[in-house]
């Protein structure tokens, strides 16, 4: 038996969307339709003094237009849609609450809806476990099952160095014979990553190497074990045999199917197709950088039943991330995913490095040195439009930002003297034109970047603690003095962020009411002489 499933992944040309550009993908943020869509509804809500059958029913249309534009279920949109109307009429709408503070905040009628969105989304996606079993002898053993092209090599590779960080021993197990180049592509990303690759004889067939594989990793002490199998562009009887027979050879602890995001709805068929001749432990979602639709990932556990356990964002092996229902539920609502984000961040900064930043920030000692420090830990966390389309509120700015112009301040750091980067006042117009030169840029430019980081650095020690960027993550407060340096405000001048001209006005703001308070100053003073 055949599906009719076409082959998905490396023909990504429909990820291209409107524009028709393949470049496109990397503009696009991820689960755009949707986010769109709950957006619409939100802001359709935003003035109601309650919600009404008519307006949530008028919401509802867009949020179902996105899921069905995202590609999701059909069903499994009906349903949703139903249960969100319930929850969003069916309790009474409590327009008061208190904060952790015991301050009295306004719930309005437009938040209550987008809750029970937020709830309802979890609900469909959830519940998930990212953990992988482990077998009777201990060992965390993983098979890996899809269609041609989804990303499974990458993900055996990603898997391995997620575990690897565990502190396991890994063995990864190239069972793909199927194409000439999948042993070279495993041994590859195994030299990449420090993971030993089995590869079995030639000719030997794939139940065979996996079992030797298996066999080995007990002999030699390895206690995970990752087999990457071949894919085919549908279905076929052939390839499911020989998955069985891997099956029964090696019995793995973990059974994972991996999906693109790219196949839209027909992720949940394929799953389907292949829960019924293997039992399925959980899924890979990759690609989800590059689809902007991302129906996939709110259907196929409602369908199918099997969870989603990790996501891949990228074709880096560091890409992976498990799979939390809560943090895509809210990036779709468009309310970002703060604690993934503070995840990510706690893996590429040192907090001890951190708080030393922020001790001498307050003693007014941050130099240009400590941003390119800063600059860099952002750019650790992933491309600066993925960073920001994961803020709250901002996630909108997230398709303006050039990650060139990163590339620019950091060239005009780096023709700096140490001197210079420490204490950028010194820098007057020969300095100025000399760092243009050697960093290939022009001199207004070195001029813009020492005034905004100028401005910056003056509202941070009047500020102390509070004010930029990543200091409004909950959790960073302690190093919101370094993290509180807003380094998009650099960006500034090319639209990189909107938060430049927020820093000049209230800057201006300050000087003003510096003046004022001078004037009465001196006017009391006056007063007592008389
Ligand atoms: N953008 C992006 N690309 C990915 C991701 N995962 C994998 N890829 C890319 O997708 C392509 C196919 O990945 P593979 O890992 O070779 O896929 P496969 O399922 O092993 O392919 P076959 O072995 O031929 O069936 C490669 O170019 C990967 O770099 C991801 O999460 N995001
Ligand atoms: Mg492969």
């Known amino acids: 038996m055949v599906h009719a499933i076409p082959p998905a992944g490396k023909t990504s040309a429909s990820a291209g969307g409107a524009s028709g550009r393949p470049e496109a993908i990397l503009h ?26 008519e307006n949530v029913e008028q919401a509802l249309r867009d949020v179902r237009l996105s899921l069905l534009e995202a590609d999701v279920d059909l069903g499994v949109v009906r349903d949703f849609l139903g249960r969100v109307k319930t929850r969003a009429l069916g309790a009474r709408v409590e327009t008061r609450t208190l904060d952790a503070a015991g301050r009295t905040l306004r719930v309005t009628p437009g938040q209550h809806f987008v809750k029970a969105c937020e709830d309802e989304l979890v609900e469909l996606m959830g519940p998930v476990d990212p953990s992988l079993q482990r077998d009777a002898a201990g060992t965390t053993s993983v098979m890996l099952l899809g269609l041609q092209g989804v990303g499974k ?86 390839l ?19 999906c693109d995001a790219l196949m839209g709805r027909d992720a949940v068929q394929v799953a389907r197709a292949f829960r019924e001749r293997i039992p399925l432990d959980g899924l890979v979602l990759t690609k989800l950088d590059g689809d902007a639709r991302g129906g996939a990932a709110l259907a196929v556990k409602a369908v199918t039943g099997v969870p989603i356990k990790f996501v891949g964002t990228g074709e880096d092996v560091e890409r992976l991330e498990p799979f939390r229902p809560e943090g895509l539920a809210s990036r779709i609502l468009g309310m970002g995913d703060v604690v993934g984000l503070v995840r990510d961040f706690g893996q590429v900064v040192d907090e001890r490095e951190a708080e030393e930043d922020a001790a001498r920030l307050l003693r007014g000692r941050f130099g240009l040195e400590d941003l390119l420090k800063q600059l860099r830990v952002i750019q650790r966390m992933g491309p600066l439009r993925e960073v920001f389309a994961r803020l709250p509120g901002i996630g909108g700015l997230a398709d303006q930002i050039d990650e060139g112009e990163l590339g620019r301040v950091e060239a005009l750091i780096h023709s700096m003297t140490p001197a210079e980067r420490a204490r ?27 005034g905004r980081f100028g401005q910056m650095r003056q509202m941070m020690s009047a500020l102390g603690t509070s004010g930029g960027l990543l200091s409004r993550i909950p959790g960073l407060g302690r190093l919101a003095p370094s993290g509180g340096m807003d380094p998009s405000a650099l960006l500034a001048s090319t639209g990189g962020a909107a938060s430049g001209g927020g820093l000049r006005d209230s800057a201006r703001r300050r000087s003003r009411q510096k003046g004022k308070r001078k004037q009465a100053r001196n006017s009391r003073k006056r007063n007592r002489r008389r």
């Open 153 to 238: 090599t990458t993900v055996a590779a990603k898997l391995a160095r997620h575990l690897q960080r565990e502190g396991r021993r890994v063995l990864l197990v190239a069972a793909d014979v199927q194409r000439p180049a999948a042993v070279l592509q495993l041994q590859q990303l195994g030299q990449q990553i420090g993971v030993e690759v089995h590869v079995g004889a030639p000719g030997e067939a794939p139940p065979a190497i996996c079992a030797q594989a298996a066999r080995r990793a007990v002999a030699q002490g390895f206690d995970a074990v990752v087999y990457d199998t071949a894919g085919r562009l549908a279905i076929d009887d052939e």
């Open 240 to 258: 499911m045999l020989e998955l069985e027979e891997i099956d029964r050879a090696v019995a793995p602890a973990n059974r994972i199917l991996v």
């Open 424 to 450: 950028p006042e010194i820098i007057d117009k020969s300095r100025a034109s000399r760092i243009a030169r050697g960093s290939g840029r022009r001199s207004r430019e070195v001029r813009e970047l020492i």
């Open 28 to 53: 696009r943020p991820m689960l755009e339709t949707l986010t769109r869509g709950f957006t619409a509804a939100r802001e359709r809500l935003a003035g109601v003094r309650e919600l009404s059958e």
